[in-house]
Each structure stands twice: as C-alpha cells, then as structure tokens.
C-alpha cells in the first residue's frame, strides 16, 4: 500500500492529499529516510510524522485497504 493512502486509511492524516503534501515538504520519515507519497509501506517499517510540535513515531503492524474507525489504531503501535 502507497504510504498516503496508509496514513490517511489508518487516520494518521485526515486527507490522502494533506499526506501528500506532508510527504512532499519531507515531514514523513520511514526508517530514518524522508520518503516520497509513492512508498510501498511494509510490516515492521518505522514511520514519524514531523508535523506540529512533537514528532510521532510508530511502527506498522498493520495493513488493510479499508478498516473501520474502531480498528485504525491497531494498524500501528506508537513507539514513542
């Protein structure tokens, strides 16, 4: 799954095209890497989101193309 689509499926990010832009201005790191919109997301990548004041950083445990609202969140584990 394209890393946009992740974060907006796993209500990281409201809308695929805010995480488009995010990923654009290098705000989403994968593994330590700025990544582009176009990532193939995997089980077990590290993601931090640099937007606001404190980054989150979270590891994929989780991917489904849809999910309900309830389930989002077991998509990923916060680390820290």
């Known amino acids: 799954m394209r890393l946009d ?3 907006k499926v796993s209500r990281l990010i409201k809308r695929r ?3 488009n832009q995010a990923c654009d201005a290098d ?6 890497k700025a ?3 176009s990532y193939n997301v995997k089980i077990g990548d590290i993601v931090e989101i640099c ?3 404190t980054p ?8 489904t193309e849809t ?3 309830d389930a989002a969140a077991d ?3 916060v680390i820290g």
Request: proline share 0%; no cysteine; glycine share 12%.
């Open 67 to 69: 999910v309900g609202k």
């Open 75 to 77: 998509m990923y584990e």
């Open 27 to 32: 705000k989403i790191l994968v593994n330590g």
């Open 17 to 19: 095209t805010i995480a």
């Open 56 to 63: 989150l950083k979270l590891k994929i445990v989780g991917i």
């Open 51 to 53: 937007m606001g004041k």
């Open 35 to 37: 990544a582009r919109a």
């Open 5 to 7: 689509k992740y974060l």
